[in-house]
């Protein structure tokens, strides 16, 4: 089957211990977080240490045993249980090669070489005459011609009834592991037409990408589009609430339209538009929201999340306040929804018409 990833959506996990409070944009959990979601988590053993001698919450405490069990004593156990062996085997070939690359350990195009130099032989099992034991380390020369090795693993993985994403999530190599899907179908609402989806809904879940693995479970992958549909995690969202209804299904139903009328947009300008038409519909979520994207934003990142985000942020407060965004204090503080959205009607209105000038000069 194949497979084709547009973009990823975010959303906190919701766990109310480790979630970031809408008023507090600086906690520990939020920087590390932060470091996660770019795939880079060596400065993180260093924000750990200088927690000083003053008690800790016991969040702070969990997670910081908790990355130094699974990023530097690495005594985590990395298999999902599946219940297959090829599949258990598979998911932990990712998790060790997210481990080496995200602590730095490896480069990113080195950690891309020795997944799939580690998963070769999982898939090509080496018979008692031909097997020398070079594969193992040949990654840090060339490799062995593993050109079609995530082609190979997606055939053996559905042949066992596996669903599964496999994707590029820059910087990193990315997989999503299912057993169980359910359909459904919405009319979806965004703000200059409306849009009928398809919905799968998964369970079943044995790998949640790398983020998710990178963040501890503080943030976690909700959903994407592939091809004309959307894809959520089941019990992720209440189907009935806002959060469900604007961050996931107009976030992405927004990919859905983008990829129809603006095809070969950026993965940032996808998400930079997705995000604005988040702040076009929310209400009660909207703090969260705002400060959700403040927090998560950075200049220059690899990161398209954390670029559109910084984006979105800059844009927003400019249109609303006519003067370039300030991080210090409070900066949404007292804002009213109708004002934000506005205001994110017109940004979204704005770039739609850039795109179509683009679009008519090409």
């Not at 169980?180 to 919905?199: A, F, G, I, Q, S």
Request: charged share 20%; proline share 4%.
């Amino acid at each position: 089957m194949y497979k084709y990833l547009l973009y990823l959506g975010f959303a906190l996990c919701l766990d109310s211990s480790l979630a970031i409070a809408a008023e507090n944009t600086d906690t520990l959990e939020d920087r590390y977080i932060s470091m996660a979601l770019q795939g880079d988590l060596r400065g993180a053993a260093a924000l750990f240490n200088n927690l000083g001698t003053d008690p800790q919450p016991a969040s702070v405490q969990d997670l910081a045993h908790r990355f130094e069990s699974r990023f530097l004593i690495q005594n985590d156990d990395l298999s999902p249980a599946t219940g297959d062996d090829l599949a258990d085997a598979i998911v932990s070939t990712y998790r060790m090669y997210w481990i080496e690359t995200l602590t730095g350990r490896l480069t990113p195009q080195e950690g891309l070489l020795f997944l799939k130099s580690s998963l070769h032989p999982l898939l090509n099992p080496p018979t008692q005459e031909d097997h020398t034991g070079a594969l193992a380390e040949s990654w840090t020369v060339t490799g062995p011609d593993v050109s079609d090795v995530f082609a190979r693993m997606g055939m053996a993985l559905e042949n066992r009834g596996f669903y599964y994403l496999e994707t590029k999530a820059p910087p990193l190599q990315d997989l999503f592991l299912w057993k169980r899907e359910e359909n459904k179908n919405y009319t979806v609402r965004l703000t200059d037409r409306n849009r009928p989806v398809r919905v799968t809904f998964m369970s079943e879940i044995y790998s949640m990408g790398w983020k998710q693995f990178a963040t501890l479970g503080l943030v976690a992958t909700t959903g994407w589009v592939e091809g004309d549909r959307l894809y959520c995690v089941n019990g992720a969202y209440d189907r009935l609430s806002e959060e469900f209804r604007v961050s996931y299904l107009k976030h992405e139903g927004q990919h859905l339209s983008d990829y129809e009328r603006f095809p070969g947009l950026s993965s940032e300008d996808l998400e930079y538009r997705a995000k604005l038409t988040e702040l076009a519909f929310a209400s009660l979520t909207l703090a969260v929201i705002l400060n959700d994207f403040t927090a998560r934003g950075a200049a220059n990142s690899v990161s398209p999340h954390a670029m559109a985000n910084y984006r979105v942020t800059q844009d927003l407060y400019q249109e609303l306040y006519d003067e370039p965004f300030s991080a210090s204090g409070e900066p949404w503080k007292g804002v009213s929804p109708s004002a934000v959205s506005a205001a994110a009607r017109r940004l979204l209105q704005n770039d739609t018409q850039r795109l179509n000038t683009t679009r008519l000069q090409d």
